[in-house]
């Protein structure tokens, strides 16, 4: 080649480019090609790898203080974590742990803790909580103490965090876990409910639970009565997994027994609830007493029900059994309207004994049982009456409403031809109507109409 001919800057663009020092001009080379999206998505990614590296090697420690901060903005409460802190990616799920943590309550609720644990280590999904999924892959919880309490006007509870109307109790989907020596206490004053209960250990792996039960028994007290309850989770696994779960729930206050089994959507979900109910015990009126409602005395009974919730509404369906020497079916909804108990029911009994109505009314069932229907009579001042007095629990009656139909076929007794018993009784704030209540006497037809009015003092009553 001609010297005069030669071009360095043409040689070197036409010549291939060798060695590291080209390789990286060659690259920085593609790089400035690349538009400026494509280089700030490049970025984004150096600058994750780098903190996800720095998390892993150190565990997220140095996190400990701003993550109590940014948990105390995040939830209203005070956040606290008295000893070791992690918190890091491992790969694709955000691995913490906790121990001696606390999660304050709202001032309302008093100076003990929400959320109180000795230990408590979680690894959660990431990516489903882009779309407000918690998915919690692994629990492992020891010492811990919940506190679940509403306020007396009902118009917040303490798992609802910030601001807006309180929300129902919701656990997050959990995969697999290990729990010990947890302690969970619930209060509501409306119903005057209040318990302490202890969760049995659980054991889990695979959204598998090495035993097939999980156990809780605890106890309290219901508008003023002491109760005590056990249970039993007995498909834990299907739970895990997102299925339904059976339970067996039995309490008892005294003499008085409610046992409950069944299947639950979740763990602490009642909405659509599948349950059979039983409850038996010496007198009906103290069954009722755990809600408030006055209902008439009775003798022993045992009944069973369908119990199943839809919304606000506690729905007793396919009930059967009796009191005393009586039968009683039908059903019955349960629910608080504008926060007042209401009772609705069409009941019906096939055959009444004489001796099982009398507590309804003031009679004495001992008398009726040895004199029949002279027992209906007592003498005030050698006078005979045949209306007896019957105590009116006057406190009770303003505390609910009810609308009740009961249909009576017939009645068993020593000469006592009545058959045929119809009641539609209406409660609505004290004022108490039996319209109509009729019944068949000896041939004739027997029709009442009754108002017994409560909503002042003295009561006054219309016949």
């Known amino acids: 080649m001609d010297p005069k001919e030669f071009d360095p800057k043409r040689s070197a663009q036409a010549l291939p ?12 080379d593609r790089w400035r090609r690349l538009n ?17 590296l720095v998390l892993f090697v150190t565990k997220g420690r140095f996190l400990k203080l701003p993550a109590e901060r940014i948990m105390t903005g995040m939830l209203g409460r005070d956040v606290r974590v008295g000893g070791d802190f992690n918190l890091y990616f491992n790969p694709i799920a955000i691995q913490f742990r906790a121990d001696s943590m606390t999660i304050a309550n709202p001032k309302w609720a008093g100076a003990k803790p929400f959320f109180a644990a000795r230990s408590l280590d979680m690894r959660i999904s990431s990516f489903p909580l882009l779309w407000g999924r918690r998915i919690i892959r692994d629990l492992r919880l020891d010492g811990g103490a919940i506190d679940l309490e509403w306020t007396r006007d009902g118009k917040a509870n303490s798992w609802t965090f910030g601001s807006g109307p309180p929300k129902k109790l919701e656990l997050p989907d959990i995969r697999r876990a290990a729990i010990t020596g947890t302690r969970v206490h619930y209060a509501d004053p409306r119903m005057l409910l209040f318990g302490d209960f202890a969760i049995g250990q659980v054991n889990a792996r695979n959204t598998k639970v ?7 028994t605890g106890g309290g007290t219901l508008r003023g009565q002491p109760y005590v309850v056990g249970g039993r989770l007995l498909s834990p696994n299907a739970t895990i997994a997102g299925g339904e779960n059976r339970i067996t729930f039995a309490a008892s206050s005294g003499a008085t027994h409610l046992d409950v089994s069944g299947t639950l959507p979740g763990p602490t979900q009642l909405e659509g609830s599948k349950l059979q109910v039983a409850a038996r015990g010496p007198n009906m009126s103290r069954l009722f007493d755990f809600l408030g409602v006055a209902v008439p005395d009775t003798r022993f009974y045992n009944l069973r029900a369908a119990l199943t919730k839809q919304g606000d509404e506690w729905r007793f369906t396919k009930l ?13 909804t349960i629910s608080r309207p504008k926060d007042r108990v209401l009772i609705e029911a069409d009941l019906k009994t096939d055959r009444l004994h004489m001796i099982d109505i009398a507590p ?3 009679y004495q069932p001992d008398r009726i049982e ?12 050698g006078t005979p009456r045949i209306l007896p007095d019957a105590p009116l629990r006057i406190d009770a009656v303003r505390a609910f409403d009810a609308r009740v139909n009961y249909q009576i076929r017939d009645v068993v007794g020593k000469n006592i031809p009545i058959s045929d018993i119809g009641l539609a009784l209406g409660l609505d704030h004290g004022k108490m109507t039996l319209s109509p209540l009729t019944f068949m006497m000896s041939g004739g037809l027997f029709a009442a109409d009754v108002v017994i009015n409560a909503r002042g003092t003295p009561v006054t009553t219309d016949y």
């Not at 480019?17 to 920085?28: D, L, M, N, P, S």
């Not at 059967?320 to 019955?332: I, P």
């Open 36 to 52: 400026w999206p494509w280089r700030a998505l490049a970025w984004i990614l150096v600058a994750v790898l780098a903190v996800w």
């Open 360 to 362: 309804f009314v003031g």
């Open 17 to 28: 480019v060798h060695g590291i020092g080209g390789h990286t001009r060659a690259a920085y």
């Open 370 to 381: 040895t004199e029949g229907a002279g027992g209906l009579i007592t003498r005030v001042n």
């Open 320 to 332: 059967a059994g009796h009191y005393g020497d009586s039968d009683l079916g039908g059903q019955m």
């Open 210 to 216: 090495a035993d097939d039960t999980v156990t809780f």
